[in-house]
Each structure stands twice: as structure tokens, then as C-alpha cells.
């Protein structure tokens, strides 16, 4: 069992940023692909980016490609979200999320635990 506790969402205004954390329980950490998601009211929730247990390999939905940046440390057991440029339809409830699996998915199904969320909101 991987428990996930995110941290660093709030409101900000449209062109700042803000990072988001998300501290991960076990000790299996490293072995984890980490990914996150957001989900706008409304709508589905949908795949922002993901990083592979290493590091070596991040991918990006093209909505926040060149914005967004993954990352993690091992050490620390934690991911990261840097979040720049943001734009008011980035807000959202931002997931952290986790797979044992190689393969990084895009869809929500294809993940295995989930954190709580953290909430960004961006003013135009």
C-alpha cells in the first residue's frame, strides 16, 4: 500500500506559479512511476505528466508541455509539480498518483493509488 499526501496548491494569479509537492509513504518509492493528474469541475480527470522511477524519462500532456515541470526525489520520498505561466484553465483539484507498472498511462484507470488532492486556482 502507497499512501500519497500533496501540499502546495492555492490561488494565484494568471502568468505565476506555484510548485506542488506530494509525499509518498513506504518504502518503495523509488520503484514507483509517479504521475500526476487534474480534474476541473465538470469535467474528467486528466493526465498533466508523469516521471519514471529513475527519473531518466518525464512525459507532458501538450496542454502544459514547456510549463510544467516533473521531478522527484528519492531520497526524500517525494514528487514534484513546478507549475509556471499558469493560465486561468489550470484550474483545478491536482492529483498525485503512483503505478508499479512500467508503462505510463494516460488515463486514470490505468494508476494505482491516489493522494487527496490539492486545489489551484488561477485568476484571470
Known amino acids: 500500500q502507497v499512501q500519497l499526501v500533496e501540499s502546495g496548491g492555492g490561488l494565484v494569479q494568471a502568468g505565476g506559479s506555484l510548485r506542488l509537492s506530494c509525499a509518498a509513504s513506504g518504502r518503495t518509492f523509488s520503484s514507483l512511476t509517479m504521475g500526476w493528474f487534474r480534474q476541473a469541475p465538470g469535467k474528467e480527470r486528466e493526465f498533466v505528466a508523469a516521471?519514471?522511477?529513475?527519473?531518466?524519462?518525464?512525459y507532458y500532456a501538450d496542454s502544459v508541455k514547456g510549463r510544467f515541470t516533473i521531478s522527484r526525489d528519492n531520497a526524500k520520498n517525494t514528487v514534484y509539480l513546478q507549475m509556471n505561466s499558469l493560465k486561468p484553465e489550470d484550474t483545478a483539484v491536482y492529483y498525485c498518483t503512483s503505478t508499479r507498472k512500467l508503462r505510463v498511462g494516460v488515463r486514470a484507470e490505468e494508476w494505482d493509488y491516489w493522494g487527496q488532492g490539492t486545489q489551484v486556482t488561477v485568476s484571470s
Open positions: 516521471i519514471t522511477w529513475g527519473g531518466a524519462s518525464t
